[in-house]
Nanobody, 125 residues
Framework: QLQLVESGGGLVQPGGSLRLSCLAS????????IVWFRQAPGKEREGIAC??????KEEDSVKGRFTISRDTAKNTVYLQMSALRPEDTAVYYC????????????????????WGQGTQVTVSS
């Protein structure tokens, strides 16, 4: 299994931008799908963006503002976030699942065997 470490969170004003990184270590990075989740206080953890093989997908809740990308040479998946809103405040996690036959069609948390520790994003003036 992969080991995942997120970075790049912080405090940002509404309308600002951040780029989160998910660095993977371990064997076979290209064989795994990486999904970004977030969990706001008092809410369920939700999947918001997915990278599986050549597929890159952002969910409707963030589409047009967030962009997921993958750099295989660096074993890293990024989440570029722009036009941030206070409701984007959450702990952001990345998680990994084998990419075989997985096309970002859903994010049941039990499918993901590897999780990072999370990085806090706070959007506030």
């Amino acid at each position: 299994q992969l080991q995942l470490v997120e970075s790049g969170g912080g405090l940002v004003q509404p309308g600002g931008s951040l780029r989160l990184s998910c660095l993977a270590s371990g064997y076979g990075f290209s064989d795994y799908a990486i999904v970004w989740f977030r969990q706001a206080p008092g809410k369920e953890r939700e999947g918001i963006a997915c990278s599986s093989g050549e597929l890159l997908k952002e969910e409707d809740s963030v589409k047009g503002r967030f962009t997921i990308s993958r750099d295989t040479a660096k074993n890293t998946v990024y989440l570029q976030m722009s036009a941030l809103r206070p409701e984007d405040t959450a702990v952001y996690y990345c998680a990994a699942t084998p990419a075989a036959h997985y096309y970002c069609g859903g994010y049941p948390k039990g499918r993901f065997g590897s999780w990072g520790q999370g990085t806090q994003v706070t959007v506030s003036s």
